[in-house]
């Protein structure tokens, strides 16, 4: 069955280190987002992906960048965490084919600790 | 700019009643959707229904509906006969304007800051 995974599905860093989520999606989708989901603010988009070679910035983009070399990935990398990242990070993925079928799909998250 | 607002933080409702959860949405576009989402405690997202701004009829989903009024830019989630299984986190969402990118189609999510819905026994 077609899905979206991520990985790692928890991690724990040290402030200041570069590290990247992973998200994988074999829905063939050309949309694909990240999220990050804290307490008191919902999910918060963090970048998006319309395509291949395309990326755009979300509402929380400083301090995180993303890649899209092939259709089933997106990497989310931070390149020098900080506490301030600590959340839960969600990748999701749609594809726009007609009325009522662009629903977003989600991957299970990864819960990031920076410390 | 887009805003959804879920002014219930929490929700209580007991098993087999009905319970409503509000949403309100902010935009100034005539083409938008509605979706709304639950996260129960093991933390996946779950799509539960969607609404699109010209349809016009509420859509349901089995014991969802959406109770969509327009012209009050509300966009409430009803679940009937509430189950112990429907306890969760559930978030509103509103999708802008769906437009072309040389790829396809392209939408983004803009979303509320939940509520947190117990069924009691």
């Known amino acids: 069955d077609a899905e979206i995974t991520q990985s790692p599905r928890h991690k724990i860093t040290e402030t200041g280190r570069q590290v990247t989520l992973a998200c994988h999606q074999t829905?063939?989708?050309?949309?694909m987002f990240w999220y990050r989901q804290d307490l008191g603010h919902g999910l918060r988009l963090i970048h998006y992906?319309?395509?291949?070679?395309?990326?755009n910035k979300g509402e929380v983009s400083d301090g995180y960048s993303v890649s899209r070399s092939n259709t089933e990935d997106l990497p989310l990398t931070l390149e020098s965490a900080a506490s301030s990242q600590t959340s839960v990070y969600f990748c999701?993925?749609?594809?726009?084919?007609?009325?009522?079928?662009?629903?977003?799909?989600f991957g299970p998250g990864t819960r990031l600790t920076v410390l | 700019a887009q805003k959804i607002t879920q002014t219930q933080p929490g929700m209580f409702v007991q098993e087999k009643e009905a319970v409503t959860l509000d949403c309100t949405y902010d935009?100034?576009?005539?083409?938008?959707?509605l979706f709304w989402y639950k996260q129960p405690s093991s933390g996946e997202m779950i799509f539960l229904i969607y609404?699109?701004?010209?349809?016009?009829q509420n859509a349901t989903e089995g014991r969802y509906s959406l109770n969509f009024q327009k012209a009050r830019k509300s966009a409430n989630l009803v679940i009937s006969a509430s189950q112990l299984g429907d306890s969760a986190m559930y978030f509103c969402?509103?999708?802008?304007?769906?437009?072309?990118?040389?790829?396809?189609?392209?939408?983004?999510?803009?979303f509320g800051k939940g509520t947190k819905l117990t069924v009691n026994p």
């Open positions: 935009t100034s576009d005539q083409s938008y959707g």
């Open positions: 969402a509103m999708r802008e304007p769906v437009y072309l990118t040389p790829q396809g189609g392209s939408e983004k999510l803009v």
């Open positions: 829905w063939n989708h050309n949309n």
């Open positions: 992906s319309y395509g291949v070679q395309d990326t």
């Open positions: 609404q699109g701004s010209y349809d016009e």
């Open positions: 999701a993925s749609s594809v726009i084919a007609g009325p009522n079928t662009d629903t977003q799909y």
